[in-house]
């Protein structure tokens, strides 16, 4: 078990008086550095560093005295020109003030004069000698610089630095498909460019905390590197950001404009990440500690949604965000305060209820029962609120995954979410919420070849259209017409580890090894650097059948299912031959 620290330290106290505070103490987290860098081609007035990443420049100059020239940074050239159209906000010149913000939140209009912003500018004047020049105090999001002003400047002479927070690599996956490969390295330069000291959701236009984003991402993220340390500094940035009615904003730590992102921290999903966060890296690196200190904020937010549950036992209160970022032709066409999002709310009001209770269980066993209760009146009331039978895929996917539905409506939901599937032509139809959990609900339901069509499709929207169109991240949308660096769409990469390949953490010391091949795929491995030790599993069609190839860390055991036979072993390296 990993070790676990408070982080903070009680100021030593006087006889006779209570601590006044507390002192301020080094963070545990793993530090900032600077990785890998990159050497640009020039095209024009354009430098190409190959891979958007979130990072800064530095170059070496020699230009006229009083010579000036601008470094304009950017994720997309168009027309021959950096484009920052889709991560730039219209803000008032001088900064947002509240009476702005309220309009902007009621009406989304802006004042008359307004600046976009971020600018992502290096703007640098010559010295006449030879100048060397590096960014500090900021890093930008960007593939492309943008050479503005008369100057020659030799391409070889600029590098672009990835910085990222130094966590160590500890998942790998290869398949017969270059694209899918691809999509990983994406999904793992995503979360370079967005680990940086805090789960940010884009490193261009907010590099903000959003709560939601880590929390679809974590078991992704902890497939590809180790974030003990990183998560466990973060959770308490959650609890240092709690509310007293038990609330978080929706990104944390605070970030100046508490109006907007505190209405909607009670965001169904987002609001989540207090319970989902601590108990998901319980499971992955079993630290009971780390749990333990958590369980006051997430039993401060049970209390919360156990005062605003409708006696129905339905859940709405608050602003909501709903699934947020379908493909166009599925969205809400109401966002904001004035949208009601039942359907998702209460989803999560179960999956809160009966998740908090299962860590209540753990550390305070009196208390489950009344959360048991509460999940238990949410899945009654679900279905008042729910549409099975609907092409908007999320409407299915979530009951399905969050544990909503029984017997033959569940069956029947199965079912209509193939079908919704096969009418969207194998695309993917989901936003933030259901994304990560679209492939194993289809894997569940017995649809593996359904999962790997839909993997595999290339049409928009969809993960391999992305890296057709050349793109290095994922993409915020699957438009790709705002930021070309968000990790949470790239959240389908775990089915790639637990599925896919079939790793799967099931306590301390213990794995299920569960590989579900499918069609479109010749071989496919994976490798993780479990806490335990490293575990792979790997198969290959051969002339007769499929090969695998599995390798079990030393004190450890797992329990293998290949072929409708399951079997316990402890560690070593087994194949098995699957016949046709």
């Not at 008086?17 to 007035?45: M, W």
């Not at 997309?76 to 889709?86: I, M, Q, T, Y």
């Not at 991402?217 to 973060?234: E, H, I, S, V």
Request: with cysteine; charged share 25%; glycine share 8%.
């Amino acid at each position: 078990m990993l070790p676990s620290y408070t982080g903070r330290a009680k100021v030593a106290k006087e006889p006779g008086q209570e601590p006044k505070g507390v002192k301020l103490c080094a963070s545990d987290n793993v530090p900032v550095r600077e990785h890998e860098r990159f050497i640009p081609t020039q095209n024009g007035l354009i430098l190409d560093f190959g891979q958007n990443i979130a990072g800064y420049v530095e170059f070496t100059v020699k230009g006229q005295p009083g010579q000036g020239f601008t470094l304009r940074m950017g994720e997309v050239v168009k027309d021959g020109h950096v484009d920052l159209s889709g991560i730039q906000e219209q803000e008032p010149i001088g900064g947002w003030k509240q009476a702005a913000m309220l309009k902007k939140l009621l009406t989304g209009k802006t004042p008359r004069e307004t600046v976009g912003t971020p600018l992502q500018e290096i703007r640098f004047t010559c010295s006449g000698g030879t100048d060397h020049y590096k960014t500090s105090f900021s890093v930008f999001g960007f593939r492309y610089a943008e050479i503005i002003g008369d100057i020659d400047i030799d391409p070889s002479a600029i590098t672009a630095i990835a910085v990222y927070s130094d966590m160590e690599q500890t998942g790998r996956f290869h398949c017969s498909d270059e694209r899918v490969n691809r999509l990983l390295e994406n999904t793992l330069w995503s979360m370079k460019g967005n680990f940086l000291d805090i789960p940010t959701d884009c490193p261009t236009r907010e590099r903000l905390g959003w709560i939601g984003d880590a929390q679809v991402f974590f078991d992704t993220g902890a497939y590809l590197c180790d974030t003990a340390a990183f998560f466990r500094k973060w959770l308490r940035d959650l609890e240092d950001g709690q509310y007293k009615n038990g609330l978080l904003s929706a990104v944390v730590p605070y970030e100046g404009v508490e109006m907007m992102y505190k209405s909607t921290g009670s965001s169904a999903g987002w609001a989540d990440a207090v319970y989902l966060i601590p108990w998901r890296y319980y499971l992955r690196y079993g630290d009971r500690e780390t749990l333990k200190s958590c369980w006051p904020m997430i039993r401060k937010f049970a209390e919360y949604l156990l005062k605003n549950i409708e006696k129905d036992g339905h859940y709405e209160k608050g602003v909501h965000l709903g699934e947020w970022l379908e493909p166009e032709e599925f969205r809400d066409k109401v966002y904001g305060a004035r949208a009601k999002h039942t359907e998702e709310c209460t989803a999560y009001l179960y999956y809160a209820m009966d998740t908090m209770a299962k860590i209540a269980e753990l550390l305070e066993p009196d208390y489950a029962a009344r959360l048991r209760q509460a999940a238990k009146k949410a899945k009654k009331i679900y279905p008042k609120y729910a549409d099975l039978d609907t092409d908007r895929q999320a409407k299915l996917v979530r009951p399905l995954a969050l544990g909503l539905l029984d017997g033959e409506t569940k069956k029947n939901a199965q079912a209509r979410l193939k079908k919704a599937v096969e009418n969207y032509n194998y695309r993917v139809g989901t936003g933030f919420l259901s994304t990560p959990f679209l492939l194993p609900v289809l894997t569940e339901a017995g649809e593996t070849d359904t999962a790997y069509r839909m993997l595999l499709n290339t049409e928009k929207p969809g993960w391999l259209a992305e890296v057709l169109d050349g793109a290095t991240t994922i993409w915020e949308n699957w438009e790709g017409n705002l930021s070309q660096n968000h990790y949470s769409p790239g959240a389908v990469c775990q089915w790639l580890f637990d599925t896919c390949a079939g790793i799967r953490i099931t306590g301390e010391r213990s794995f299920r090894i569960l590989p579900a091949p499918g069609p479109g795929l010749d071989h496919a491995s994976a490798e993780y650097l479990s806490p335990y030790g490293p575990v792979s599993s790997a198969w290959k069609r051969t002339e007769n059948g499929i090969l695998y190839t599995i390798t079990i860390p030393a004190n450890c055991t797992a329990e293998i299912r290949i072929g409708g036979r399951a079997e316990t072993v402890t560690a070593e390296v087994y194949e098995y031959d699957e016949q046709y």
